[in-house]
T-cell receptor
Framework: AQSVSQHNHHVILSEAASLELGCNYS??????LFWYVQYPGQHLQLLLK??????LVKGIKGFEAEFIKSKFSFNLRKPSVQWSDTAEYFC???????????????FGSGTRLSIQP | EAQVTQNPRYLITVTGKKLTVTCSQN?????MSWYRQDPGLGLRQIYY???????DKGDVPEGYKVSRKEKRNFPLILESPSPNQTSLYFC?????????????FGPGTRLTVL
């Protein structure tokens, strides 16, 4: 069965620091990968997604993620974080048929990011 | 404005008192889901629906019911709530399957069962 690991539960950074949040999944077949973000008191929204093509995916607000198939990883990066990036970040991966309406999704446990001014 | 709405946003109730959390989307999405979010556990799917009158269990369905009589609405029903159902609940919708398409989430319902 597919599983998703986010090893960093809470990351604290200063403004302008670089960010990398880890995400690893277990299933080695074709995968669709997502990063969702939840700002304090708000609903989840899509940050970026990878289905195929260029493994370096750019999302909103300057975020990017790199799909490395050999490492089963989809790490989220941002060169310089801002206080407004304080949020919880969830990695997610499909399991089941990646092309089908029956495709399910598994969320990681989330990483809380705190940015200090 | 495209959105998913949930009501109520906050609810405190007592053990055994039936409740319903409503969810509605205005994007004509076929696929809808309910999740619960608990600290350290991320989001876990309760139920999902691929279309009207088509629903199925997610990972943690015990103690919950759903119905999908109309495309836009997907209410979550707790027939006899218990304290372990205290959680933050999110409804989501997407045009395609959740693993193949972007999901749009509602604002959440924070439920406390005493």
């Amino acid at each position: 069965a597919q599983s998703v690991s986010q090893h960093n539960h809470h990351v604290i950074l200063s403004e302008a620091a670089s960010l990398e949040l880890g995400c690893n999944y277990s299933y080695g077949g074709t995968v669709n990968l997502f990063w969702y973000v939840q700002y304090p008191g708000q609903h989840l929204q899509l940050l970026l997604k990878y289905f195929s093509g260029d493994p370096l995916v750019k999302g909103i607000k300057g975020f990017e993620a790199e799909f490395i198939k050999s490492k089963f990883s989809f790490n989220l990066r941002k060169p310089s974080v801002q206080w407004s990036d304080t949020a919880e970040y969830f990695c997610a991966v499909n399991h089941g048929p990646y092309y089908s309406n029956a495709s399910k999704i598994i969320f990681g446990s989330g990483t809380r990011l705190s940015i200090q001014p | 404005e495209a959105q998913v709405t949930q009501n109520p946003r906050y609810l405190i109730t007592v053990t055994g008192k039936k409740l319903t959390v409503t969810c509605s989307q205005n994007m004509n999405h076929e696929y809808m889901s309910w999740y619960r979010q608990d600290p350290g556990l991320g989001l876990r799917q309760i139920y999902y629906s691929m279309n009207v009158e088509v629903t199925d269990k997610g990972d943690v369905p015990e103690g919950y019911k759903v119905s999908r009589k109309e495309k836009r609405n997907f209410p979550l029903i707790l027939e006899s709530p218990s304290p372990n159902q205290t959680s933050l609940y999110f409804c989501a919708s997407s045009s395609g399957g959740e693993g193949t398409d972007t999901q749009y989430f509602g604002p959440g319902t924070r439920l406390t069962v005493l």
